[in-house]
C-alpha cells in the first residue's frame, strides 16, 4: 500500500506493507488530517519513525464481523489494558501504550491502518467525512472540560488562533463561560467571530491585557508560555495545549507567586466531540484549508507548515 513515512530525516510517500487484522482492525483510510503534532515529529519531535497521522475517517475492512463496512474514527492511544493505569481507567496514560502515528504504531496517511477494536467509534450519518476528521483534536478540546470545571461567570482566555485555539474556542463556549480567543491572523479570528466568540489580535491584547479565570495555551510555540502565565490571574488555572520540539528555558516563580494551578492537557474523549459534530454546536469544516491526494503527501506537509494555515487533509481513498 501506499503511505507517507518519516524515517527520521525526510517524510516520503513510498510503499508499505499491508497492515494485519490479528486482535485489531484494519481501516481503509478516507481522510486524514494534518495536525501541528505531525509537524513537531518532523522536527525531532518524540524522535519517531513511522507512517504519519492520528487524525482520520475510514471504514472498517476487515477485523471482528459486527464492525466490517462500519464508517468510524479511531482513538490513538494503545493501550495494554493490563497495567494499574489502565485497571484504574486511565488507558490514556498506559505506560506501554503506543501512539498512533507518534510512538511505536504506524499512523494513517496511508491507504490502511490498523487499530485496536476498543479504540473504533462508529460515525453518525449525519457527520459528513469532512467534518469527521476533526474528531480526534475535537476531542482533545473537549479533553479541557474533563479536567477544569468552568461555570458561566468564568472568563476564559485562549492564546492561538490555530487549527487547535479555534476548535478549544468553540467548545469553551458552549460552557457559557466568556471566551476571548487572541490571536495573530484576523482573518482566523473572524470564524470564532461568526459564532459569536470575542477575538482580539495580539497586538491590541497587549496594549490593555486583560487576565482570565482559566488561560489556554494552544499557540503551538515555546515562546507561548510565558505570555499565557502573564494573562492568569491569581488562583487561576492554565491549561498547557502545545506539544513543541523546542525545550526553552521556563520561569516558573511566576506560578509560585501568584498560587497558579498548571494543567497538562492531550487526548480527550470522542463521544462528546462526536455528539458536538452531529448537534452543529462546533463548525469544523470552514478550517479546512487545502486538500491533497495520498501521493501528494509530502506537498500536504509543506501547505500545512506554512504561516497561517489551517486544516489540510490528505485524501487517501484513492
Not at 136 to 158: G, K, N, R, S, T
Not at 185 to 190: F, G, M, P, V
Amino acid at each position: 500500500m501506499q503511505a507517507l513515512y518519516w524515517n527520521g530525516k525526510q517524510a516520503r510517500v513510498t510503499e508499505r506493507p499491508d497492515p494485519e487484522a490479528s486482535e485489531r482492525a484494519v481501516v481503509r483510510v478516507s481522510l486524514a488530517g494534518v495536525c501541528a503534532t505531525d509537524l513537531e515529529i518532523t522536527r525531532g519531535y518524540m524522535d519517531y519513525r513511522g507512517v504519519l497521522g492520528h487524525e482520520f475517517v475510514g471504514h472498517v475492512e476487515s477485523g471482528p464481523e459486527d464492525w466490517r463496512g462500519a464508517r468510524v474514527v479511531a482513538e490513538i492511544n494503545n493501550a495494554c489494558l493490563k497495567c494499574d493505569s489502565c485497571l484504574r481507567g486511565l488507558e490514556r496514560h498506559c505506560p506501554n501504550r503506543s501512539v498512533t502515528g507518534i510512538l511505536n504504531a504506524n499512523g494513517a496517511f496511508a491507504e490502511r491502518i490498523a487499530v485496536p477494536v476498543e479504540n473504533l467509534h462508529r460515525v453518525p450519518d449525519s457527520i459528513s467525512n469532512e467534518a469527521a476528521v476533526f474528531t480526534e483534536p475535537l476531542a482533545a478540546a473537549f479533553e479541557i472540560l474533563e479536567q477544569v470545571d468552568i461555570q458561566p461567570d468564568d472568563y476564559c482566555v485562549v492564546f492561538g488562533d490555530g487549527r487547535l485555539g479555534l476548535l478549544i474556542s468553540q467548545v469553551l463556549h458552549t460552557t457559557g463561560a466568556h471566551v476571548t480567543t487572541i490571536g495573530k491572523h484576523s482573518e482566523k479570528l473572524a470564524l470564532l467571530e461568526a459564532r459569536g466568540i470575542e477575538t482580539q489580535l495580539l497586538s491590541n491584547w497587549e496594549a490593555s491585557p486583560r487576565q482570565g479565570d482559566v488561560v489556554v495555551e494552544a499557540t503551538g510555540s515555546a515562546s507561548g508560555f510565558a505570555r499565557a502565565v502573564s494573562a492568569t490571574r491569581p488562583r487561576g488555572t492554565l491549561v498547557l495545549k502545545s506539544t513543541v520540539a523546542d525545550s526553552p528555558p521556563i520561569d516558573l516563580a511566576p506560578l509560585v507567586i501568584n498560587e497558579i494551578t498548571v494543567v497538562g492537557s492531550r487526548c480527550g474523549p470522542f463521544a462528546p466531540a462526536l455528539d458536538a459534530l452531529a448537534r452543529e454546536t462546533v463548525s469544523v469544516e470552514p478550517l479546512i484549508a487545502a486538500r491533497y491526494a495520498l501521493a501528494e503527501g509530502e506537498q500536504a506537509l509543506a501547505k500545512a507548515g506554512e504561516t497561517g494555515v489551517l486544516k489540510v487533509l490528505i485524501d487517501c481513498s484513492g
